[in-house]
């Protein structure tokens, strides 16, 4: 706590090329918005700074951002693998290995929803489309419009976090992803699908709140105030 209210640590990206951590203005936004204090996580190799992370914040966003590398699920890269970030996919394990110890709140985002999964034991498909053997056809996850546009709908199942906060069955979404969650890890339960049965969200429900989310709320909340739920849940708890 900072004054009374809870600190929020938000997981950075890192961009190779300029030796640069960087965070959209959407997510601390957001949580500014919620009444809490939003602290950026840099990416860095040092360990004992990871530690002092988690004594720092209250709760932790894991944020969106390029794919992880498939040996940290037992997995090589294929071909169809993007960009990887190795010091942030570890950084960011540690970080939600740690949290989930000691039952710190968590909230992933994207790419944070597949760490929280990897952290915990699940796997996750390298490429959905590619890897795709459920006789279905996928409908568009990586969305060529605006980032504020909501593209598709999901369908939220009964008697779970993410139902608890929305209070609905469905609710509308935007889509920047070809990863996705494939093996639910142990302990956690689907909370959302889309309409081609990708996972859109995970939660473990023995936790304090451990949610996982494949949209990106922090770039719908502007249009759409209903997307600030999620930040207002995870302040609350915290």
């Not at 890897?131 to 996928?138: A, D, Q, R």
């Not at 639910?184 to 339960?189: L, T």
């Not at 473990?204 to 451990?210: A, D, G, L, M, R």
Request: net charge negative; glycine share 8%; hydrophobic share 40%.
């Amino acid at each position: 706590m900072y004054k009374g209210k809870p600190v929020i640590g938000i997981t950075a990206a890192f961009d190779f090329e300029k030796s640069t951590s960087n965070l959209r203005d959407d997510y601390y936004e957001a949580i500014i918005q919620c009444g809490a204090v939003p602290v950026m996580i840099p990416v860095t190799e040092v360990k004992s700074v990871w530690v002092e992370y988690l004594d720092i914040c209250d709760g932790i966003i894991l944020s969106g951002g390029p794919d992880v590398d498939a040996l940290q699920f037992g997995q090589s890269n294929m071909p169809y693998t993007k960009e990887i970030s190795p010091v942030r996919d570890n950084m960011e394990l540690f970080l939600a290995r740690q949290a989930l110890a000691v039952d710190k709140p968590l909230l992933g985002i994207c790419r944070g929803i597949q760490v929280l999964n990897i952290a915990s034991g699940g796997s996750i498909f390298q490429d959905i489309y590619a890897e795709n053997n459920s006789g279905k056809s996928l409908i568009q996850h990586c969305q060529a419009a605006p980032r504020w546009f909501q593209i598709h709908n999901i369908t939220i199942l009964e008697n779970n976090c993410l139902s608890g906060i929305f209070g609905r069955q469905t609710l509308k979404v935007n889509s920047f992803h070809h990863q996705a969650v494939r093996e639910i890890a142990p302990g956690f339960i689907v909370n959302a699908c889309s309409e081609d049965g990708i996972i859109e969200a995970i939660s473990n429900e023995s936790k304090k709140f451990v949610l996982g989310v494949q949209w990106h709320p922090e770039n719908l909340w502007r249009k759409d105030k209903i997307h600030l739920k999620l930040f207002e849940r995870l302040v609350a708890v915290c």
